[in-house]
């Protein structure tokens, strides 16, 4: 089974609206954590975001913030007043337990228009 | 602080052929990670070194690929013989384990782009 999901290979939003894009995870181990990391088309990964699985609230970064429903085994990212240079990448990683490694999704392509 | 650096950014060679990527992490971060990242796809973990011993290497196709990290600091990856199918970016990355926010987060280099013809 796949430990991270991204079901939306491609993604279009308007410039300053808001957009989701979706991860889903599977583990069974209580404590994990989530990532989110854009990749523009340079090739670097940018950290974005990180969320505990023992986090009450929802973790926040400037315009992003990361809607986590723990009983859904969801963690999908929301993009607030898309600027046209959020135009990238985006993948979805997780750590389990202690180790420190992550694995990735397959990653959402966000393209912001005019 | 300066970031992940990674050399070079791009190399073209012949099946069969032999390539060497080189990684220098963030100054004081212990653990080193190489990922393979196939275009389309999210990155691979090859392997991973904590100082200079290997903690992970499980997806690591040992008999073409080998990484080495003295002195615990920096990192090669080499590849030999390549195959077409090692055409990817290999990202190099680095993290600190500690308390806070920051701490666990992995910081990549640019990566290296390989084309295996």
């Known amino acids: 089974a796949q430990k991270i999901t991204q079901t939306q290979p491609g993604m279009f939003v308007q410039e300053k609206e808001a957009v989701t894009l979706d991860c889903t995870y599977d583990?069974?181990?209580?404590?994990?954590?989530l990532f989110w990391y854009k990749q523009p088309s340079s090739g670097e990964m940018i950290f974005l975001i990180y969320?505990?699985?023992?986090?009450?609230q929802n973790a926040t970064e400037g315009r992003y913030s990361l809607n986590f429903q723990k009983a859904r085994k969801s963690a999908n990212l929301v993009i607030s007043a898309s600027q046209l240079g959020d135009s990238a990448m985006y993948f979805c990683?997780?750590?389990?337990?202690?180790?420190?490694?992550?694995?990735f999704g397959t990653g959402t392509r966000l393209q912001v228009t005019l | 602080e300066a970031g992940v650096a990674q050399s070079p950014r791009y190399k073209i060679i012949e099946k069969r052929q032999s390539v060497a990527f080189w990684c220098n992490p963030i100054?004081?971060?212990?653990?080193l990670y190489w990922y393979q990242q196939i275009l389309g796809q999210g990155p691979k973990l090859l392997i991973q070194?904590?100082?200079?011993?290997?903690?992970?290497d499980s997806q690591l196709p040992k008999d073409r690929f080998s990484a080495e990290r003295l002195k615990g600091v920096d990192s090669t990856l080499k590849i030999q013989p390549a195959k077409l199918e090692d055409s990817a970016v290999y990202l190099c990355?680095?993290?600190?384990?500690?308390?806070?926010?920051?701490?666990?987060?992995?910081?990549f280099g640019a990566g290296s782009r390989l084309t295996v013809l």
């Open positions: 969320q505990g699985s023992y986090d009450q």
């Open positions: 990355a680095s993290s600190f384990r500690g308390q806070g926010y920051g701490a666990n987060v992995l910081t």
């Open positions: 070194f904590q100082n200079n011993g290997v903690v992970d």
């Open positions: 100054s004081g971060h212990a653990t």
């Open positions: 990683a997780m750590r389990e337990g202690t180790a420190s490694k992550l694995t």
């Open positions: 583990t069974s181990d209580p404590s994990y954590g």
